[in-house]
């Protein structure tokens, strides 16, 4: 069953706590990303990576880490320094050889913070 | 800075009728114009793209019109039904960015039986 993992489901954090968020994907893609989702303001770019070992800061990097060790996995750590956590992750992923640059979802981790 | 503006922010239609949602963008540098439909918890799955060099593109009940002269875009879906019923979101990439996708701030459909 291919696809792009995400876990846990939901995730509670206390305030000044770090928290890493697991992305895993079996479909053999370069690229993978994460996005931030909030009501009513769409998704907003977090992190990207298209190699291994290389990754580039998005529209809100800020209070967020990554490592890209592995092609299929790309975590994603919030810090105690991100301002406003409690949001829906999305992690995604991407073929670089597919032309019309589809990204493919995984399901989402739900954080908040307490 | 928002490159991409979505309206509107909610639709409710009755079953049978045309969803329209609207999409308007400023970087003429943006190449590729997806369309994402999500339904509540779950990630989003790419329904329909179209790139500058057509006008429309349908498949089945959804179809793309683009204007690029106007820099805007739309989704219609025909026939709507309440299985329809979910988020849509509208994006754009630009060529030399990576492939980043800039979304739009979605519209939440409700299709009424």
């Known amino acids: 069953d291919g696809g792009i993992t995400q876990s846990p489901k939901y995730l509670f954090r206390k305030e000044g706590q770090n928290v890493t968020l697991s992305c895993e994907q079996n479909?053999?893609?370069?690229?993978m990303y994460w996005y931030r989702q909030d009501p009513g303001q769409g998704l907003r770019l977090i992190y990207y990576s298209q190699i291994v070992n290389d990754f580039q800061k998005g529209d809100i990097a800020e209070g967020y880490s990554v490592s890209r060790e592995k092609k299929e996995s790309f975590p994603l750590t919030v810090t105690s320094a991100q301002k406003n956590p409690t949001a829906f992750y999305l992690c995604?992923?991407?073929?670089?050889?597919?032309?019309?640059?589809?990204?493919?979802f995984g399901p989402g981790t739900r954080l908040t913070v307490l | 800075q928002q490159q991409v503006k979505q309206s509107p922010q909610s639709l409710i239609v009755q079953k049978g009728g045309i969803s329209i949602i609207n999409c308007a963008y400023e970087?003429?540098?943006?190449?590729?114009f997806p369309w994402y439909q999500q339904f509540p918890g779950k990630g989003p799955a790419l329904l329909i793209a179209i790139r500058p060099d057509v006008s429309e593109k349908k498949e089945g009940r959804f179809t793309i019109s683009f204007n690029k002269s106007a820099k805007q875009f739309s989704l219609h879906i025909m026939d709507s039904q309440p299985g329809d019923s979910a988020t849509y979101f509208c994006a754009a990439k630009e060529e030399t960015s990576g492939s980043r996708l800039t979304f739009g701030e979605g519209t939440q459909l409700t299709v009424n039986p």
């Open positions: 479909l053999n893609h370069d690229a």
């Open positions: 995604a992923s991407r073929s670089r050889d597919y032309a019309t640059t589809r990204q493919f």
């Open positions: 970087n003429t540098a943006f190449d590729y």
